[in-house]
């Protein structure tokens, strides 16, 4: 059995924390989450690269700076009720896992949720639900949310993410078109929110009612 141990305090010390990222939860729970078990077989010895790998049905796995620093965004205390619009293979729902009290996770192809929410599982994380929907309508019957994070790009922010963020909620999504976005962090307060550039990144598109058409 292969250990990653030290790949991983490498990958955090020199991807992650170098490039500015400051959370010590966030920098711990970057280094305990075992993200060789979240990528195809073929390709764990890029586990620990910061890049993005594809994990089938065009979907891809984000590079580890981009899922720390968005996580780092959402600032987090360990009490917060988190909402995750695409699951993927799970390695950002494990993250957010090791940070909250509770993650309800949303994942569009139904095959992707159903491999997630057994990896998670049996990694232990007991904490957190996941199901295949259109993220861009949310888990309206579980809201409100303290945090919602969205790990793909979308065309403007989806009305019912903000409707669920409750009042000094966080809300971190990439707004663009499908060749690139801005990562914009959402506060809320009472009936308004405050809208925050954090810079360019590149996602796969966000598909649903409220967000790119298939």
Do not use: C
Not at 189 to 204: I, N, Y
């Amino acid at each position: 059995m292969i250990d990653y141990s030290d790949k991983r305090r490498r990958m955090v010390r020199e991807q992650i924390e170098a490039r500015g990222v400051r959370d010590l939860a966030v920098l711990k729970a970057m280094e305990k989450a075992p993200r060789h078990l979240f990528v195809p077989e073929v390709m764990l010895e890029q586990a620990y690269e910061d890049s993005p790998l594809p994990i089938g049905s065009k979907q891809t796995i984000s590079q580890p700076y981009t899922v720390a620093f968005m996580t780092e965004a959402l600032e987090l205390t360990g009490n917060e009720k988190v909402l995750e619009i695409g699951t993927g293979s799970g390695y950002q729902t494990a993250i957010l896992a090791e940070l909250s009290k509770e993650v309800y996770s949303l994942e569009r192809i139904p095959e992707l949720a159903k491999l997630a929410s057994k990896r998670l599982a049996e990694l232990g994380y007991k904490n957190v639900q996941v199901r295949a929907g259109d993220g861009t309508l949310g888990w309206p019957e579980a809201a409100p949310f303290a945090a919602i994070i969205v790990t793909a790009g979308a065309p403007e922010i989806p009305e019912p993410l903000l409707e669920q963020l409750e009042d000094r909620g966080r809300l971190v999504i990439p707004v663009g078109d499908k060749y690139s976005q801005t990562m914009i962090r959402v506060r809320k307060r009472g009936q308004e929110t405050a809208r925050e550039s954090l810079g360019p990144f590149r996602f796969v598109e966000l598909i649903g009612e409220h967000g790119h058409r298939e």
